[in-house]
């Protein structure tokens, strides 16, 4: 049974919880949160990765799934489409998606030390 102000699976006419606004209609593309990340940078990544990983599957030399893979992850946060494709890809590789998961944990975090030390280096702390 649905609470009071949750819709339906499928009824786009009720508001979503909390939000005042209808849902969308299933299968529809909606936009991410990007949370805080930048997006222009992130897109550009993203997108760069799936024309490789095109050219990967087209040139011997080149891992087009790995690309395509990666890509995905990118534009997650970025596009509905991409978060779509990354939840078949948890699906289907559990394991994999964790630990890249971890190591981007992991590079944030070393980013931020190192942005502050930097910062601390120049006297902008």
């Known amino acids: 049974m649905t609470g009071p102000g949750s819709a339906a699976p499928g009824d786009a006419s009720r508001p979503t919880a909390g939000t005042g606004a209808p849902a969308p209609a299933a299968g529809a593309l909606v ?3 990007s949370a805080g990340r930048p997006s222009l940078k992130r897109k550009l990544a993203g997108w760069s990765l799936l024309v490789l990983g095109v050219l ?3 040139l011997p ?3 087009g799934f790995l690309f395509l893979a990666l890509g995905v992850f990118v534009l997650r946060h970025q596009y509905g ?3 779509n494709g990354m939840r078949w890809l948890e699906r289907r590789f559990p394991r994999q998606v964790q630990g890249i998961e971890g190591m981007e944990a992991r ?3 070393r980013l931020k030390g190192w942005g502050r030390r930097v910062k601390r280096a120049f006297g902008r702390a």
């Open 31 to 33: 936009p991410v949160a």
């Open 81 to 83: 489409w991409a978060s």
């Open 107 to 109: 590079l944030a975090e």
């Open 61 to 63: 030399f080149l891992q």
């Open 56 to 58: 990967g599957c087209v």
